[in-house]
């Protein structure tokens, strides 16, 4: 059974940073590419980064680029969201997510729980 | 980007009723491959999302027989055949066709 644990989650000031975590099991973690996707309170679904299999692709929404850093650690079979620079609008839940393969993307297979990151003074 | 329509954005729904959702692109999703990126997914309240149909109508392993997905192009549509008070949630589409990935507002469905 696949399963996602995100973890770093926290209340952190306007300007800091944050790290994520997200631990996955029950797949072989380096065929898969893995995403990040947040969700506002309240609001609807947005996607944030994604990485391939080996690490070495990755993809950003426009209101994170510069700021965020997705990667990944195979070895352990932990993808990481490194955050910083945070706003306001970076108030969400983050689910980590597992696409359709390697360098399948967009897909969304399976969820963790989520997060959650709150941004305020 | 890729913006995502979604209608109506809120659906009442009598149980034992049809259901149908509507998603628009703003481009075709049809990819260099032939294939077109567009999926479904369900939100139930207090849980993470779960993926519903891929590929315009190709069901998830688990997901009834009761949802399906139509369309082409740019315009898609959800279908559930008999709603349930399992049902309740919102469904969101999005496209993995192009970068960024985008997804629809949600339609929030509950039971009157």
């Known amino acids: 059974e696949v399963q996602l644990l995100e973890s770093g989650g926290g209340l952190v000031q306007p300007g800091g940073s944050l790290r994520l975590s997200c631990a996955a099991s029950?797949?072989?973690?380096?065929?898969?590419?893995m995403g990040w996707v947040r969700q506002a309170p309240g609001k609807g679904l947005q996607w944030v980064a994604d990485?391939?299999?080996?690490?070495?692709?990755?993809y950003y929404a426009n209101s994170v680029k510069g700021r965020f850093t997705i990667s990944r650690d195979n070895s352990k079979n932990t993808l990481f969201l490194q955050m910083n620079s945070l706003r306001a609008e970076d108030t969400a839940v983050y689910y980590c997510a597992r696409e359709g393969g390697s360098t399948a993307y967009g897909h969304f297979t399976s969820w963790g729980q989520g997060t959650l990151v709150t941004v305020s003074s | 980007d890729v913006v995502m329509t979604q209608s109506p954005l809120s659906l009442p729904v009598t149980l034992g009723q049809p259901a149908s959702i509507s998603c628009r692109s703003s481009?075709?999703?049809?990819?260099?491959?032939?294939?077109?990126?567009l999926n479904w997914f369900q939100q139930r309240p207090g849980q993470s999302p779960r993926r519903l149909i891929y590929k315009i109508s190709n069901r998830d392993s688990g997901v009834p027989d009761r949802f399906s997905g139509s369309g082409s192009g740019t315009d898609f549509t959800l279908k559930i055949s008999r709603v349930e008070a399992e049902d309740v949630g919102v469904y969101y589409c999005?496209?993995?066709?192009?970068?960024?990935?985008?997804f629809g507002q949600g339609t929030r469905l509950e039971i009157e």
């Open positions: 481009q075709s999703l049809v990819f260099s491959d032939g294939n077109t990126y």
């Open positions: 990485i391939s299999g080996t690490g070495y692709n990755t």
């Open positions: 029950g797949f072989t973690f380096n065929t898969y590419a």
């Open positions: 999005m496209q993995g066709t192009h970068w960024p990935l985008t």
